[in-house]
């Protein structure tokens, strides 16, 4: 008989512990859950931010590059100019 109460008294206390380690990793489970939602969001945060400032470091290169044609042109049209207008002076 005291075997049998020894073995009721094992399976309760087993059950028991085993009860509780579920119940504490399910919360465990739970708190790692919700810091992986936070860390995704964090993460497509960032990613959102760096592809915004991918699309202005393009629009600003097209800018610089349009920029860069615009002078050469100017340079081009100042040193026509300079020669018309050297051309002109020398022919008076």
Known sequence: MEIL?????FLIGGSIAW???SARLRAEIRVLAD?????EGS?????DQATEAQGKVL???GTLAT?????ANAK???T?????????????
């Open 76 to 78: 081009k049209m100042q």
């Open 80 to 92: 026509r100019l300079k020669t018309e207008f050297e051309n002109l002076a020398n022919r008076r």
């Open 5 to 9: 109460y020894s073995v009721i008294a």
């Open 19 to 21: 009860l509780r380690q």
């Open 43 to 47: 993460l497509k945060e960032a990613k």
């Open 35 to 39: 810091r992986n939602t936070l860390l």
């Open 59 to 61: 629009m600003l290169t």
């Open 67 to 71: 920029a860069q044609a615009d002078l």
